[in-house]
């Protein structure tokens, strides 16, 4: 019997946050997802983390389990798990992309915006993020 499918949103605040913490962070998760069959996207600037994990469920719970002893995560907060019939992001072993100008500002996160965010709201962002093109960073 397949093992379900599952999905996870996070919002984090990354500690020390640099061009080359996100490239190893990337690179790192891409390698090991394609190991563990998770798909997902990761939403990042220097105040914030938004993170959605697609795949088997103990593959999911393990990775999650990963970055929460990852010292360069603070404020980890979950904000939905649950099984899904589908993947969204399902060519991508991580999708990386910086916050939309749709997506809370920088007053926003400080004020609270990611750790008061329901599951559907957060949700939507990815659902959202899916559909369009992914953008280039210039780092």
């Known amino acids: 019997m397949p093992s379900r499918l599952c999905q996870l949103i996070y919002t984090s605040r990354p500690f020390g946050f640099n061009a080359p913490m996100l490239d190893d962070i990337l690179t790192t ?3 090991r997802n394609a190991e563990s069959e998770i798909t997902g996207a990761l939403i990042c600037r220097a105040d914030m983390f938004m993170q959605m994990l697609e795949g088997p469920r103990a593959a999911v719970t ?3 389990g990963r970055i929460l ?3 360069r995560h603070v ?10 019939p589908e993947r969204i ?3 991508w072993t991580m999708r990386d992309d910086p ?12 004020e609270g915006a990611m750790q008061e965010a329901s599951a559907a709201a957060a949700y939507s962002v990815f659902r959202r993020l899916s559909r369009l093109p992914p953008e280039r960073r210039a780092m």
Request: no cysteine.
């Open 75 to 84: 404020d980890v907060a979950l904000l939905h798990v649950g099984d899904t």
């Open 89 to 91: 992001f399902a060519d």
């Open 62 to 64: 393990e990775t999650f």
């Open 99 to 110: 916050p939309q100008s749709w997506m809370w500002n920088q007053a926003e996160v400080r």
């Open 29 to 31: 998760a891409r390698a």
């Open 69 to 71: 002893a990852d010292d």
